[in-house]
Nanobody, 123 residues
Framework: QVQLAESGGGLVQAGGSLRLSCAAS????????TAWFRQAPGKEREFVAA????????IYADSVKERFTLSRDNAENTVYLQMNNLKPEDTAVYYC????????????????WGQGTQVTVSS
């Protein structure tokens, strides 16, 4: 089993920044990608970004490119999502996920999820 714990959410004004953390524990594996998804009220969970450890590259949703950046701390087994120039439409619960997804951008393909952290961006 893998346990994921997100933190770092909060309330911020438009144009502000937040950094989310996803700490992994348990039977993690270096080949597992770590992804972020978000879900706004009344909407489906949508892909935000994914770090593909084995390839050493990251992918981002078009809506967050140039604003969000993934990074990691190997010693802490933690992935960070730096979110800059936040917009009201970024308001959502943010989840990190890992596992062996057949399709990186599909939430249903991930095995393990954190509990989520709320991000609220005021206009």
């Amino acid at each position: 089993q893998v346990q994921l714990a997100e933190s770092g959410g909060g309330l911020v004004q438009a144009g502000g920044s937040l950094r989310l953390s996803c700490a992994a524990s348990g039977r993690t594996h270096s080949s597992f990608p770590t992804a972020w998804f978000r879900q706004a009220p009344g909407k489906e969970r949508e892909f935000v970004a994914a770090m593909i450890w084995s390839r050493g590259n990251n992918i981002y949703a078009d809506s967050v490119k140039e604003r969000f950046t993934l990074s990691r701390d190997n010693a802490e087994n933690t992935v960070y999502l730096q979110m800059n120039n936040l917009k009201p439409e970024d308001t959502a619960v943010y989840y990190c996920a890992t596992g062996v997804p057949a399709r990186l951008k599909f939430a249903s393909d991930y095995n393990y999820w954190g509990q989520g952290t709320q991000v609220t961006v005021s206009s």
